[in-house]
């Protein structure tokens, strides 16, 4: 695939051409150049991102429609493909409403933060080799905090809707948390036990050989399950189940700050499906035999998308389990499992190393 | 002990009651399977706690009121698990100064009853723990189902505005503790099914109590009746339940034939025993589809269910031109004959609903998080559901294996061959069980039917009477027990219709369930009731 290599590299060469033109040109200070870089990195890759992101909720609809036995969107463009494009700018256009009695200065800043939260952590996702914006050396730690730092957003947008619906349905957001955390950190663990590293470009380049999936299957199926607790989506979407709490925390939220939750729950969906793949589905490197017929971006994202696919079909087969229930799955069965697969990594350390 | 035989015979229970209370027994008469006795206002009490004690009457079928002008004549239908009578006790009431005594003390049961009576009527039951108005908000004035009301203006508008200074209202009432919430969950809110609010007070994610407050949509059809002449009655019987319309009016008409001395035709009863189990098959897809999407499976279970119950409305469709209000029945028969070629399409459909039912059983019962939702939640034992009220599958799923159409056979269930559905635990997932079970049971009653439909007029007709008398049904709607009570007095309108509704009893059992359970279980237990707000606020 060296003619994709070529392309991105050259286009890549272009563009720091005219930025280091512009830069002789107007007579910035050199220390300036590599934040800008980096910043023009984050751009493009949010805009390709974005079309990503679209596809993703345009088949997510259509996929539920065809498992519901109906046709989902099909007006707007071709096969509905304008649809989300049509229902964005009617968030838009809609009124923004502020309860009387809510916390007016939260009720604003949440919604930004949170979008803004989510956006971070694909900085410092390879999507192939030498696509990243950023490779910092703790990155899996990075993506996990920024992660977890979600549930302390939730419950502060909950409470500053004033509403008692809200707030359970944040306060269910903070406890959730607690119930897939460790599980979800440990069986990332320990893939980090068999690279050595917690940087996602390595840990990427380590599978080149062999998927960690084949290595850590547990781990990969609590990472799975803990993934959809994380990302709160069915069948835990227990902070915002719509039979008893409305809508949870997002009740009192309307127009264009509701339209930046759901932007920002399908960023989260696809930082985490990133993660996912990076850890146990090998990255970038495709399947062998026909690995080298695609480019490895493409591979990336194919698997991103399958698994995706499978979250769907997942959200559309299973009731939801109640708090104590959830909380039970996660403290009395992932948890001890995840321990007990970091400990045989452990104990098989040698002989999984001497397969890579 | 009594032979059944005996049981069946409603002269040994007025024998009885003429040994045990001679003198406060004022007359007694056989109607029907009905064991009519009079007593004094004073007694009542006595004699259905007697009732229930000694004669193991178990449930309050309803309880109405008849306004005579110059006196109140309080009526009491009582049901046996064991045989088909009905014991009826009557009593009259000083109009100015109706009291009585309550039988909630026994018979938890007749609380809603006896606030409705309240209500309607003014009538006061001495030692009822919370007599409060029912449907109307409490400051209304008069007493709506007396002949001599007169409908006054509401200030809805001062009422609407004060309403939200109401909280220190609910605080001084109902004494919260520091930890504890009180929750309106409604008059809007996904689960409810309806306009109405679910109380609930909680401390942490606990339910400590829950109750339902009612009376959003009361459009008053018993008063809303007096006013029109019985076939104008139909359409309006029709709107009492807009899942199970069918069952209804069906209901309706077969108690005005009753009163007005009318056997429909054989094709007719086949044709509507037919439609009636069609209708409950359509009503227990909507509730379990309902159930599924409240527990969270997110609407897939809805979808297919709704795709099944399309075929069953295109089959209403097209006997009837209606897809959810029908209005088929009519006094004498039905509507229309049935079309060429609906037998062989309901054949068909029911064939595709016999084989789709193991996957909609497969994506619950296979599911283990379904069995999490739904196992020992909201459980209501087998002496509490009696107590509480339960009616049909909510009973059945407590272990009572009770149902009219097998007790008190009416249209052609003498004749068919099914079983009763039961379930032993009393929890949501046992009121599955039982639904399930019945939509499995009216297939094989309607397959037993179908081919046998006998040719003939369909429709009699009936000319506009004037009749003098009473006439009592009772039928088995899908959500239970339901039953009509016609009063004419030689008019073209009835005097009184009271109409019994299974979902309001079943809705006031949700306090015996909603105690010390997890939040989250509000959703399953509400969904397991199968709601439908058009008969409860009737």
Same mark, same amino acid.
């Given at each position: ?192 036990? *068999?690279?050595?590293?917690?940087? !996602?470009?390595? /840990?990427? $380049? %380590? ?6 999936? &084949? #290595? ?117 069965? *992932?948890?001890?499992?995840?321990? !007990?697969?970091? /400990?045989? $990594? %452990? ?6 190393? &001497? #397969?890579? | ?538």
């Amino acid at each position: 695939m060296s003619w994709f290599d070529d392309m991105i590299s050259s286009s890549w060469e272009f563009i720091v051409s005219i930025i280091l033109t512009v830069f002789h040109v107007l007579n910035i200070p050199d220390w300036l150049l590599d934040p800008v870089l980096i910043l023009t990195k984050v751009i493009i890759l949010l805009l390709l991102f974005s079309l990503d992101l679209l596809m993703i909720v345009w088949y997510e609809r259509k996929l539920i429609g065809r498992f519901h036995n109906r046709r989902s969107v099909t007006e707007t463009g071709k096969f509905g493909l304008l649809q989300n494009i049509a229902d964005f700018v009617k968030l838009m256009i809609k009124e923004d409403i502020i309860p009387k009695k809510a916390d007016k200065f939260l009720h604003n800043l949440v919604p930004a933060l949170f979008m803004f939260l989510a956006m971070v952590p694909l900085v410092v996702i390879p999507f192939g080799p030498n696509l990243w914006a950023a490779n910092i050396e703790t990155s899996l730690i990075f993506v996990v905090a920024m992660l977890s730092m979600t549930p302390g957003l939730i419950l502060l947008g909950g409470w500053a809707g004033n509403n008692k619906f809200s707030a359970i349905g944040a306060f269910r957001s903070g406890l959730q948390m607690v119930a897939y955390e460790l599980p979800m950190a440990i069986a990332a663990m320990s893939v980090v036990l *068999l690279t050595n590293s917690l940087n !996602l470009v390595t /840990i990427s $380049t %380590a599978q080149q050989r062999i998927w960690f999936i &084949a #290595l850590q299957p547990i781990g990969f199926l609590i990472f799975l399950v803990t993934s959809v607790m994380a990302l709160e989506r069915m069948p835990f979407d227990l902070p915002e189940a719509e039979a008893e709490i409305v809508a949870g925390w997002k009740t009192e939220f309307g127009s264009l700050k509701f339209g930046l939750f759901m932007g920002a729950e399908y960023v989260h969906v696809f930082v985490v499906l990133s993660l996912t793949t990076i850890l146990f589905l090998g990255g970038w490197y495709g399947p062998p035999v026909i690995g080298p017929l695609l480019p490895p971006v493409v591979w990336f994202l194919i698997k991103v998308h399958l698994l995706f696919i499978f979250y769907v079909w997942v959200r559309l087969s299973y009731p939801r389990p109640r708090l104590d229930q959830l909380l039970r799955i996660g403290w009395r069965w *992932l948890f001890p499992l995840a321990l !007990l697969n970091l /400990i045989v $990594t %452990a104990l098989l350390h040698p002989y999984l190393v &001497a #397969l890579i | 002990m009594a032979t059944k035989e005996v049981l069946a015979n409603p002269e040994y229970y007025l024998t009885e009651t003429k040994n045990k209370f001679g003198d406060v027994i004022e007359e007694t008469k056989v109607v029907g399977n009905q064991a009519v006795v009079y007593v004094k206002s004073s007694s009542v009490a006595k004699v259905a706690r007697w009732a229930k004690e000694e004669m193991n009457f178990k449930q309050p079928i309803w309880l109405t009121a008849i306004d005579n002008k110059d006196n109140l004549e309080l009526v009491y239908f009582f049901n046996h698990f064991g045989s088909p009578v009905i014991y009826t006790i009557r009593s009259f009431l000083d109009r100015d100064n109706p009291v009585v005594e309550s039988l909630t003390s026994f018979w938890p049961a007749a609380n809603w009853l006896e606030r409705e009576m309240y209500d309607m009527f003014g009538i006061k039951f001495e030692g009822h723990p919370n007599l409060r108005r029912l449907y109307l908000p409490d400051d209304w004035e008069g007493y709506p189902l007396r002949k001599d009301y007169v409908p006054k203006e509401y200030p809805w508008k001062e009422r609407v505005e004060s309403y939200y200074d109401s909280n220190e209202y609910y605080k001084e009432h109902f004494k919260l503790a520091d930890n504890e919430m009180l929750i309106h969950m409604g008059p809007q809110h996904p689960i409810l099914h309806g306009t109405w609010k679910l109380m609930v007070r909680v401390r942490g994610d606990t339910i400590v109590e829950g109750w339902p407050e009612i009376g959003y949509i009361h459009r008053g059809t018993e008063k809303l009746a007096e006013g029109l002449r019985y076939e104008q009655i139909i359409p309006l019987t029709d709107r009492l339940c807009y899942v199970s319309s069918m069952s209804w009016h069906t209901l309706y008409t077969m108690t005005v034939e009753k009163l007005f001395g009318v056997e429909p035709p054989i094709r007719a009863q086949y044709i509507r025993t037919i439609v009636l189990e069609m209708q409950r098959i359509v009503s227990h897809i909507i509730w379990l589809i309902a159930l599924a999407a409240d527990i969270g499976t997110y609407h897939s279970l809805f979808l297919y269910g709704l795709r099944e119950r399309e075929k069953f409305l295109d089959l209403f469709e097209q006997i009837c031109g209606a897809r959810l209000t029908y209005t088929y029945s009519r006094i004498g028969g039905v509507a229309k004959d049935i079309p060429d070629g609906w037998i062989e399409k309901l054949k068909e459909t029911l064939a595709d609903l016999e084989r789709h039912m193991p996957e909609y059983r497969d994506l619950m019962e296979g599911s283990e998080l379904f069995h999490m939702r739904t196992r020992n939640v909201g459980t209501l034992s087998r002496e509490t559901a009696i107590e509480a009220g339960a009616r049909g599958p909510m009973l059945r799923a407590s272990n009572v294996s009770y149902d009219v159409r097998k007790i008190d056979p009416y249209l052609l269930y003498g004749d068919v061959d099914f079983d009763i559905a039961t379930a032993k635990d009393g929890d949501v997932y046992s009121r599955y069980l039982v639904r399930m079970g019945e939509v499995e049971e009216s297939i094989r009653i309607i397959q037993q039917l179908i081919d046998k439909i006998p040719s003939g007029e369909y429709r009699k007709k009936v000319s506009p009477k004037k009749p003098v008398g009473e006439a009592f049904v009772r039928t088995e709607d899908p959500r239970g027990e339901s039953a009509m009570f016609i009063v004419g007095r030689g008019t073209f309108n009835p005097y009184r219709l009271m109409i019994a509704t299974p979902a309001y009893m079943n809705l006031s059992t949700i306090p015996y369930m909603l105690k010390n359970v997890p939040f989250a279980d509000v959703a399953a237990i509400v969904a397991s009731v199968d709601l439908c707000m058009g008969e409860i606020d009737k």
